[in-house]
């Protein structure tokens, strides 16, 4: 069972959470201390907001505004004297009534910490009292917004005034991140600003969490417009950006900015070249017989013509192909009349698609072509 003055200590360091998060516009750090339950209530607004997910929307949506306009209040913490406030000849309105006067005030407990609020406007400095109620498990179950004319306080702490952006925990600012990214549309730059704001506080690269966090949430403007910030194959030779989701349009286009997949990824193609080097990556024994097959019905060889060609000399006058070249590029040789076909996985991956087009097969590509070498990968799946 904890002591009121222990109680009181736990009020302070959320009080002067609240006052840092009202001062700065940024509620983050507020939202691990609601309880699921808590409730927000204003005595001008006819309606709570109730449940923790509410409470969030409404911060989130108040210190966007406060940034906005610039227009954050000085906050201060103050302690309540005595333990009722009577307000003589106020106008009240009994069970929705016309207006009468009458004294009324509000009991509250002496001695407990709440916050002021104060904003000037037009030369005019309203004020608000902020009372928080914990619960069992000492988090804030209710937040209240009040006349501060029901009370009799004095100051305690503050006021709490912020310069620059606050410093938030690693879990905070990816949380914000999703956040923004989940709301954003076409516009990022919120979002921009917070990466700048925060790059500093966060212990590793923050834009690269944030373009991951887009790549995974399907956000193809966001990736689109920052993809050439980043160096795409990072993955010794390859994109790790592209492992970050199984949506074919946003690896389209990370692709379309350079990216390119681990060669082993094309070791279930048919037939996979690695650009550089003109390395084949992957020739299907299958697939080899199948070009074979079908090089002789478009040359219109038998194997026997190939036999003769192959002894006598290297071209066939009629196909005006050079069989022995092309047979070597296919990986197909002949011993004593016997076919064997050879492993094509190496180099001569140019020569093996040229063919394969002759023959008529597209082969993708997938890769950077905006450079004088292209790096990337011909395949056909």
């Known amino acids: 069972m904890r002591t009121d003055s ?23 750090n507020l939202f691990p201390l609601l309880a699921d ?45 005595g333990s009722l406030n009577t307000i003589k000849n106020a106008e009240v309105h009994l069970n929705g009534g016309e207006a009468q006067r ?20 037009n030369d005019v400095t ?5 009372d928080l109620q914990l619960d069992e498990n000492d988090c804030i179950s209710r937040i209240d917004l009040c006349m501060p004319e029901l009370f009799n306080f004095k100051h305690f702490a503050g006021p709490f005034e912020i310069e620059g952006e606050e410093d938030l925990d690693d879990q905070t ?21 917070f990466i700048s704001s925060y790059e500093d506080s966060y212990s590793g690269d923050i834009a690269d969490f944030a373009f991951r966090a887009a790549i995974q949430s399907g956000k193809t403007e966001y990736v689109d417009e920052h993809a050439d910030d980043f160096d795409l194959n990072d993955g010794d030779g390859y994109s790790t950006y592209l492992y970050e989701t199984d949506d074919e349009e946003m690896q389209e286009i990370l692709m379309n900015h350079g990216a390119f997949k681990s060669w082993d990824d094309y070791e279930d193609c048919r037939f996979a070249m690695e650009t550089v080097n003109g390395e084949i990556l992957a020739f299907d024994s299958d697939f080899q017989q199948e070009v074979f097959k079908k090089y002789k019905e478009t040359y219109e060889l038998s194997d ?30 002949i011993n004593d009349d016997e076919l064997s076909f050879e492993d094509k996985c190496g180099d001569g991956g140019y020569e093996l698609m040229e063919l394969l087009e002759d023959l008529g097969w597209d082969c993708s590509f997938e890769g950077d072509s905006w450079k004088l070498e292209t790096i990337g990968v011909y395949f056909i799946k």
Not at 37 to 66: H, M, R
Not at 173 to 193: H, T, V, W
Request: hydrophobic share 40%; with cysteine; glycine share 8%.
């Open 6 to 28: 222990q109680k009181n200590e736990i009020l302070k360091g959320y009080l002067e959470t609240l006052c840092k998060c009202y001062s700065s516009g940024r509620f983050e």
């Open 37 to 81: 339950d808590c409730v927000f209530e204003s005595q001008w607004v006819l309606t709570p907001n109730t449940g923790k997910a509410a409470v969030v929307d409404y911060f989130i949506g108040k210190g966007a505004t406060l940034r906005k306009n610039n227009c954050c209040p000085t906050c201060t913490i103050v302690e309540f004297v």
């Open 102 to 121: 009458a004294s009324f005030g509000l009991l509250y407990p002496e001695g407990k910490l709440a916050m002021l609020m104060c904003q000037t406007l």
């Open 126 to 130: 309203n004020g608000v009292i902020v």
């Open 173 to 193: 600012i990816e949380a914000e991140i999703k956040r923004m990214l989940d709301e954003a549309e076409d516009d990022f730059s919120e979002l921009d600003d």
């Open 304 to 333: 026997e013509r190939i036999a003769e060609i192959i002894s006598d000399g290297i071209y066939d006058d009629a196909s005006g192909r050079d069989v022995e070249d092309d047979l070597a590029t296919m990986g197909v040789s």
